[in-house]
């Protein structure tokens, strides 16, 4: 019996250390961002590093390690990568968040027990969110639910959300989005573009006047390597950035901005 009961809690204790050690290897810390390996390559990010969190400019990409960016906070439950279970990330000291309309699609809180949530620091007075793909989901996960009434009852914190042209002329008037999300939307005037043809924009910010201060992700897309950004879509330009200015806005007699965009469009070499 008493065989029986050792052969019984070392095959116990050798499944936990298994079970430790797959989690350990499959959680990992790179750069920003935590996360945990998926399926076919692709990966969820999961959370904040320690460098991350003190960030105050937060870029979702589109890529990690070579692994395509799927979803966002689902995280690991024991043996196996359970997406029912939260994975919460907490962002609090950035100001500037962008969201990437990644190669997999919109897939920002697909289970609605995970979510991106804002909770400011002391030090935080604005916050401008960029959103490349729908409006919809983003908002809904990030600000839509819980911290949008945490920012009005605090009102102290400027928020701003910036989406492309395309996103705020089909989703603007959609029924679940809400007006505290609507009187807060800005048309992005620099859209970044994977393909010419495609609706939503890779990757959108927001300059008036001056040099492109911050670096979009470097893009995916299945079969190609990643070259460059261009200005034209015969991709015969390439855009300088540490010279090539992008105009100032421009507003008519009643304060209304005028859209003036300036587009880039990714050049890709076949691999």
């Not at 961002?33 to 320690?50: A, H, K, P, R």
């Not at 007075?125 to 009852?153: M, N, Q, V, W």
């Not at 609507?182 to 890779?202: C, H, M, Q």
Request: net charge negative.
């Amino acid at each position: 019996m008493k065989k029986k009961l050792s052969f019984v809690f070392a095959l116990s204790l050798c499944f936990v250390l298994v079970g430790c050690s797959y989690t350990q290897r499959d959680v990992i810390y790179s750069g920003d961002f935590v996360y945990c390996i998926y399926e076919d390559n692709c990966i969820s990010i999961v959370g904040l590093t320690e460098k991350g969190k003190r960030e105050e400019t937060l870029i979702f990409p589109d890529i990690i390690d070579g692994y395509m960016v799927k979803y966002y906070g689902m995280s690991l439950n024991g043996f196996r990568f359970d997406s029912r279970k939260s994975g919460h990330i907490i962002i609090e000291n950035a100001k500037k968040v962008y969201f990437t309309y990644t190669s997999m699609g919109d897939s920002i809180g697909k289970y609605e027990s995970s979510k991106i949530l804002y909770n400011p620091t002391k030090n935080v007075d604005s916050l401008d969110i960029y959103i490349s793909g729908k409006i919809g989901k983003p908002t809904y996960y990030f600000i839509y639910d819980d911290a949008i009434d945490i920012l009005d009852e605090k009102d102290a914190i400027d928020v701003k959300i910036h989406v492309s042209k395309y996103a705020y002329d089909t989703e603007a008037n959609e029924e679940k989005l809400d007006e505290k999300v609507i009187e807060r939307l800005e048309i992005a005037n620099v859209e970044y573009y994977k393909i010419p043809t495609d609706d939503y924009p890779f990757f959108v910010d927001d300059v008036d006047g001056g040099i492109i201060e911050i670096n979009a992700p470097t893009p995916y897309l299945e079969g190609y390597e990643f070259v460059d950004w261009y200005k034209d879509e015969e991709l015969t330009q390439k855009w300088d950035f540490e010279n090539d200015i992008v105009p100032a806005k421009n507003y008519d007699s009643d304060g209304n901005y005028i859209y003036e965009p300036t587009k880039l469009f990714a050049k890709w070499k076949e691999i």
